[in-house]
């Protein structure tokens, strides 16, 4: 598909033209084509700098809730709010301010989001009630829901599909990735010494930096002006709106309350509408022939998987060390950092697979090799475990990261600059969702499985452990069927996304 160029604005610093150049022979790349220039890294770290800090948000509280509740007097059944209320307008308007980004000018809805995220970070950090706490979380969600989309199309769109694209993707993957494991070391490190307050504050000044350099180096993009598709926009936000509210407080309070059955059921039924809204639309919010595209649709899959069971494995094992072996917070967050490191090692061989063998196929072996360790953890026991925890969820994290880089390259390979916004919205939406879906899922699987074995007389820590391996065996088991069906559908096409690639 041919690439077209974006609409320029008058806001913002003009692209700088480059002098003719004499093709390169066939076969050959310019020896600096795959190097980044002074002003190319600066765009880098501004757009990576804001998806991080998105990234940050989703962790760096967690760890502070226990101060935080009695502080703004948050009882244990509110408690949840200080989470869901970023997680819910987060997940559920991606798609939409995607949309508007392409529309209004990505550029345009960047910087809005990140005024937007920065201004309710530092109401977050003063506010003296748990009300205008929960608004300012709200209002992060909402300036993260316009931020990701639009930063991760203004990655894709800055740099050209190949070796920089790819490089630059698994820079920001990588860093997102971390993200979430540095903000629980760092949200513990703040509320012990400077308390909770300064872990939204960090998020604040982190955002304010961002927004000093942005409108200096981001230059405006759009794709083709069309009128926004109102019925598909407000059924897709609803729909996800339920969704995510229903995992959300499922992972504290369980699926069987009644607002979480009907959250769900609605959250389906409005995204059912949606699909059925898209397919006669004249202009969609989605158009359904993207999904149609096996590269967006599986790459998405990939995604939604490697981030949902990762998360999920993060939080069975944060049990199992404390609950089992009883492990210092110290010691769990050592063995987190190791993870860390290992997912950076990860993102750094992610781009050198994919230029070797194609983003696709990259994709469906990280995801079967991330499966096939998590299957190892299946080998602990109620006393002994630890180095194994370190050994295979180290290894499991670094081909976590491989994945992430290659399924957003994967998904959006192949398609015009005027559809990167949708592109990204749905890669962005995948690894939101997939923070949402697996920590409750599995939770809920491992707890009740716990409790029945219980019930049938088992010990406690052998009922515990019964419930974590059924968690690890579904995870692992989820990865390797995902993994397989890349593999099947775009993995045997690698030819086509090795040359871009490389």
């Known amino acids: 598909m041919p690439t077209t160029a974006s609409v320029p604005e008058t806001t913002g610093p003009a692209p700088v033209s480059q002098p003719d150049r004499p093709a390169p022979a066939s076969g050959q790349q310019p020896p600096a084509s795959h190097r980044f220039t002074p002003r190319e890294i600066l765009v880098l770290v501004t757009l990576c700098a804001s998806q991080f800090l998105v990234a940050l948000d989703f962790s760096v509280l967690n760890v502070a809730l226990p101060v935080l509740g009695p502080d703004l007097g948050l ?66 969600g909402l300036g993260a829901a316009a931020l990701v989309p639009t930063g991760m199309a203004l990655i894709t769109t800055s740099f050209p599909e190949g070796p920089k694209r790819t ?22 490190v703040l509320t012990d010494t400077l308390g909770w307050r300064s872990t939204m504050g960090l998020l604040g000044v982190g955002g304010g930096l961002v927004l000093i350099l942005a409108p200096r180096l981001l230059t405006e993009s759009r794709g083709a002006r069309t009128r926004l598709d109102v019925p598909g926009a407000l059924t897709v936000t609803g729909g996800l709106f339920g969704i995510v509210y229903a995992l959300s407080t499922a992972a504290e309070e369980g699926f069987t309350r009644p607002d979480v059955v009907a959250a769900l059921v609605a959250g389906l039924v409005l995204l059912g509408v949606f699909v059925r809204v898209e397919a006669r639309s004249a202009e969609p919010l989605l158009p359904l022939w993207m999904l149609r595209r096996p590269t967006v649709a599986f790459g998405n899959l990939g995604g939604l998987a490697t981030v949902s069971m990762m ?72 006393r002994s475990g630890l180095w194994l925890v370190v050994v295979a969820v180290s290894l499991a994290s670094a081909l976590h990261l491989v994945a992430v880089v290659t399924y957003g390259v994967t998904a959006t390979s192949g398609l015009d600059d005027a559809e990167q916004g949708r592109a990204t919205s ?77």
């Open 75 to 140: 009882g244990e059944a509110g408690l949840q709010w200080a989470v869901t209320a970023f997680a819910l307008p987060t997940g559920s308007f991606l798609l939409l301010f995607g949309r508007l980004g392409d529309q209004l000018g990505r550029r345009r809805t960047f910087l809005t989001g990140l005024a937007v995220f920065t201004a309710a970070s530092v109401l977050a950090a003063v506010a003296p009630n748990a009300p205008l706490f929960l608004g300012g979380r709200a209002l992060q």
């Open 167 to 188: 490089k630059a993707l698994s820079i920001n993957g990588s860093l997102m990735a971390l993200g979430f494991t540095v903000g629980m070391v760092v949200g513990g």
């Open 426 to 502: 749905l890669v962005t939406s995948a690894m939101q969702l997939g923070l949402a879906l697996g920590i409750p899922l599995l939770s809920a699987l491992s707890v009740g499985w716990a409790g029945a074995l219980r019930a049938d007389g088992t010990s406690p820590a052998a009922a515990t452990l019964g419930g974590i391996k059924l968690g690890i065996g579904a995870d692992a088991l989820a990865l390797l069927a995902v993994g397989a069906l890349v593999a099947l559908t775009v993995g045997r096409r690698p030819a086509a996304s090795r040359g871009r690639a490389s």
């Open 311 to 382: 998360t999920a494995v993060v939080f069975l094992m944060t049990l199992y060390l404390q609950d089992l072996l009883g492990v210092s917070a110290l010691v769990s967050g050592l063995v987190f950092g190791v993870q860390g490191l290992a997912s950076i090692a990860g993102g750094a061989l992610a781009p050198r697979l994919a230029r070797r063998i194609g983003a696709p196929r990259t994709l469906a072996l990280a995801l079967v090799g991330q499966g096939v360790l998590t299957a190892g953890l299946l080998g602990l026991g109620t």
